[in-house]
T-cell receptor, first 112, second 107 residues
Framework: ETGVTQSPTHLIKTRGQQVTLRCSSQSGHNTVSWYQQALGQGPQFIFQYYREEENGRGNFPPRFSGLQFPNYSSELNVNALELDDSALYLC???????????FGSGTRLTVV | RKEVEQDPGPFNVPEGATVAFNCTYSNSASQSFFWYRQDCRKEPKLLMSVYSSGNEDGRFTAQLNRASQYISLLIRDSKLSDSATYLCAVNDYKLSFGAGTTVTVRA
């Protein structure tokens, strides 16, 4: 059973650029959610996808957008990057959302 | 008021000690709760779910107090390898995390 995989592991971008982060969910999991974790903070919910539809969104601006594909993999896109977007971005998958989520190892994004 | 709040610690305890800490949540209708462990610069890993009746997994015991809206985690016979940040999470269609409690076990 493969776990959640994320790519890339590290990324450096310039302010104003756009970035796409990718996530492959654990086999059989149809729910994928994305989190932003700043240094010293807990993960903050960005949004969640269930069977290719967004079914929840946290307090993030519209320049944070996402997709889920038929194979349940997912992308997080961030436009017009700001310095404060520097963080660890975590993808998590779950079968129904009622049980524990499994996290990928994250993408560490640095905006300079 | 934050959705989920934790005592940040740090808790610095000797090997073999017992350490316990709490996490409060704001939504009284919340139904499922978890403890995650996060090592430095790594992803959170599910430690245990928290059930209404309380549950135990080896040296770890989790409790839920719905009346006071808090969950707790107790670690008995602490090991050096227990040093980590412990995140509580409340599942209301999405996970809401606390900022984490840092535990350091010293030899």
């Amino acid at each position: 059973e493969t776990g959640v995989t994320q790519s890339p592991t590290h990324l450096i971008k310039t302010r104003g650029q756009q970035v796409t982060l990718r996530c492959s969910s654990q086999s059989g999991h149809n729910t994928v959610s994305w989190y932003q974790q700043a240094l010293g903070q807990g993960p903050q919910f960005i949004f969640q996808y269930y069977r290719e539809e967004e079914n929840g969104r946290g307090n993030f601006p519209p320049r944070f957008s996402g997709l889920q594909f038929p194979n349940y993999s997912s992308e997080l896109n961030v436009n017009a990057l700001e310095l404060d977007d520097s963080a660890l971005y975590l993808c998590a998958s779950s079968l129904t959302g009622d049980w524990g989520y499994t996290f990928g190892s994250g993408t560490r994004l640095t905006v300079v | 008021r934050k959705e989920v709040e934790q005592d940040p610690g740090p808790f610095n305890v000797p090997e073999g000690a017992t350490v316990a800490f709490n996490c409060t949540y704001s939504n009284s209708a919340s139904q499922s709760f978890f403890w995650y462990r996060q090592d430095c610069r790594k992803e959170p890993k599910l430690l245990m779910s928290v059930y209404s009746s309380g549950n135990e997994d080896g040296r770890f015991t989790a409790q839920l107090n719905r009346a006071s809206q808090y969950i707790s985690l107790l670690i008995r016979d602490s090991k050096l390898s227990d040093s980590a940040t412990y995140l509580c999470a409340v599942n209301d269609y999405k996970l809401s995390f606390g900022a984490g409690t840092t535990v350091t076990v010293r030899a």
